[in-house]
């Protein structure tokens, strides 16, 4: 099957678009900044990118590394082979804000979603300070800060709900499943559509937890790192 190239971004927004009706995985990862080319054949594409050498992210059931690539995100039936090593990944879900209802509160304490973070979740994907933040969110109960999370705008223009926490004594009291619906609402009334977040491939409970919110399944991104030659 023949592959097509351009290296347009405006083009590569629409081939996405086509295959997907819509944006798929490879719509959060179109950073202008980063954007190298767009290949495709059929049903998969392959999105080159650049950050400290060639990195890129392949959809479709062609999906698999290029040559060039020293990194990467795969979301296909990709085996692996001998020149690439996984180092994680995680499932990507989307689904549409909330027009009603309880917006989120903001909160201003960025110490103490720090000091949550530290403790609750310390792989977060952003941090206090992070430019990529819109706004941070908390629930207080007896006067302390138990949930956070933030909603965030990457580089290529969509929304992602990231560095969801709950302290550890109070999980299981509902307090994340309330804040992302209030989240829901507030996105919406800043005028965002649609949201996504991404859950580390190992959190079962977490993927489930926000399914149950109403989330679709949208990519399983595998990570895969090239070898040095003779590892």
């Given at each position: 099957?023949?592959v097509?190239?351009?290296?347009?971004?405006?083009?590569?927004?629409?081939?996405?678009?086509?295959?997907?009706?819509?944006?798929g995985?490879?719509?959060?990862?179109?950073?202008?900044?980063r954007?190298v080319?767009?290949?495709r054949?059929?049903?998969?594409?392959?999105?080159?990118?650049?950050?400290?050498?060639?990195?890129?992210?392949?959809?479709?059931?062609?999906?698999?590394?290029?040559?060039?690539?020293?990194?990467?995100l795969?979301?296909?039936?990709?085996?692996?082979?001998?020149?690439?090593?996984?180092v994680?990944?995680?499932?990507l879900?989307?689904?549409?804000?909330?027009?009603s209802?309880?917006?989120?509160a903001?909160?201003?304490?960025?110490?103490?979603?720090r000091r949550?973070?530290?403790?609750?979740?310390?792989?977060?994907?952003?941090w206090p300070?992070?430019?990529?933040?819109?706004?941070?969110?908390?629930?207080?109960?007896?006067?302390?800060?138990?949930?956070?999370?933030?909603?965030?705008?990457?580089a290529?223009?969509?929304?992602i709900?990231?560095s969801v926490?709950?302290?550890?004594?109070?999980?299981r009291h509902?307090?994340?499943?309330?804040?992302?619906?209030?989240?829901l609402?507030?996105?919406?009334?800043?005028?965002?559509?649609?949201?996504?977040?991404?859950?580390?491939?190992?959190?079962a409970?977490?993927?489930?937890?926000?399914?149950?919110?109403?989330?679709?399944?949208?990519?399983?991104?595998?990570r895969?790192?090239?070898?040095?030659?003779g590892?």
């Amino acid at each position: 099957m023949s592959v097509e190239r351009t290296t347009s971004l405006l083009e590569a927004i629409d081939w996405e678009r086509g295959l997907h009706a819509g944006c798929g995985p490879i719509g959060y990862f179109l950073d202008p900044d980063r954007f190298v080319a767009l290949e495709r054949s059929g049903e998969t594409l392959w999105l080159t990118l650049e950050e400290e050498g060639l990195v890129g992210v392949a959809t479709g059931p062609l999906a698999a590394p290029r040559d060039q690539w020293s990194e990467c995100l795969i979301d296909g039936p990709f085996p692996g082979s001998a020149t690439v090593a996984r180092v994680g990944g995680w499932d990507l879900l989307c689904r549409a804000t909330l027009p009603s209802g309880s917006p989120a509160a903001t909160t201003d304490d960025l110490e103490g979603v720090r000091r949550l973070l530290e403790v609750a979740a310390p792989t977060s994907s952003v941090w206090p300070g992070d430019p990529h933040v819109v706004a941070w969110f908390g629930e207080v109960a007896n006067d302390r800060l138990v949930a956070v999370a933030a909603l965030t705008r990457w580089a290529s223009g969509r929304h992602i709900i990231a560095s969801v926490a709950t302290a550890p004594d109070e999980r299981r009291h509902g307090h994340a499943r309330r804040l992302m619906e209030e989240i829901l609402v507030d996105a919406a009334h800043r005028g965002v559509d649609d949201v996504a977040l991404g859950v580390g491939l190992e959190n079962a409970g977490a993927l489930q937890l926000y399914l149950g919110l109403g989330f679709v399944h949208r990519a399983r991104l595998v990570r895969w790192r090239r070898l040095p030659l003779g590892a």
